[in-house]
């Protein structure tokens, strides 16, 4: 008989051997290519935390728009309310009208005999010149939005460098022009705090006690006295500064001496 070829014991064996690791590698490839519960749901959690955080900066456009929206909204009504008239302010010269005051009675500032300087600079002014020894330009525009809509505007500062602008001069709106009067003295030559507003048909002349800073105009007691003069050619009852008034207009020519 032919003698059986003997074979090794491992030979039979490595067969199946190498049919389970077949199949095992495969199942291992089957699972890489499909995502385990973790990895959905850790891409479902990214997803919902774009979703997230796209609402969030949403949100936050929508509040930023809101406050623009609102902040423009605040400026106009800001300066609507400063061209509304004070009911009884008349620039007619025959007294003195106190500063608004913080921090007081409100009967302590009754509209009988208290203003602003934003109720004195009103109507349609074709130039204005304001002269003072300390301001607070930023402050200024602020308080008086009409500043911005008159033409043409002349600041007289008080500087003892006059090759030196400070820098609230050099960045004002285009209406604006600064100037500083050449000073023979450091101190106690140029404290004239005055405002003259030109009207096509006369001019305000506007003298106050104070430095156009928010401190002296609100936190101190100030004062201001204001008198309206008509142009020559005006006539006896000349409108000056949007009012019209026979006696505001006789006081003015008493206190010109009709030159």
Not at 5 to 25: C, I, M
Not at 71 to 100: I, Y
Not at 200 to 222: E, I, Q, W
Request: net charge negative; aromatic share 8%; glycine share 6%.
């Amino acid at each position: 008989p032919k003698r059986q070829k003997t074979l090794p014991e491992h030979a039979g064996a490595s067969e199946p051997a190498n049919a389970n690791t077949l199949l095992r590698n495969a199942h291992l490839a089957r699972q890489a290519r499909r995502p385990d519960d973790r990895t959905t749901k850790r891409n479902v959690k990214e997803d919902e935390s774009d979703e997230a955080l796209a609402r969030r900066l949403q949100e936050e456009d929508n509040e930023a728009l809101a406050r623009s929206l609102q902040k423009e909204e605040q400026k106009q009504l800001t300066s609507k309310k400063s061209e509304q008239e004070h009911p009884v302010f008349k620039a007619d010269g025959l007294g003195f009208w106190l500063l608004h005051t913080e921090g007081i009675k409100e009967e302590a500032n009754s509209c009988e005999y208290v203003v602003r300087l934003r109720d004195v600079v009103v109507g349609d002014i074709k130039w204005a010149i304001i002269s003072n020894f300390e301001f607070n330009m930023e402050w200024m525009l602020k308080e008086i939005p009409k500043l911005r809509d008159i033409p043409c505007v002349s600041i007289l500062y008080h500087s003892t460098n006059p090759g030196h602008v400070p820098g609230q001069f050099q960045n004002l709106p285009d209406n604006f022009r600064a100037f500083a009067p050449a000073l023979p003295e450091m101190y106690g030559t140029h404290h004239s705090k005055f405002v003259l507003l030109g009207y096509a048909t006369g001019m305000r002349v506007v003298l106050l006690t104070c430095n156009h800073v928010y401190s002296d105009h609100y936190l101190s007691t100030d004062a201001l006295w204001a008198q309206d003069f008509p142009w020559k050619h005006g006539g006896p009852t000349a409108s000056v500064g949007g009012a019209s008034s026979s006696s505001r207009t006789k006081a003015g020519e008493s206190a010109s001496g009709n030159d």
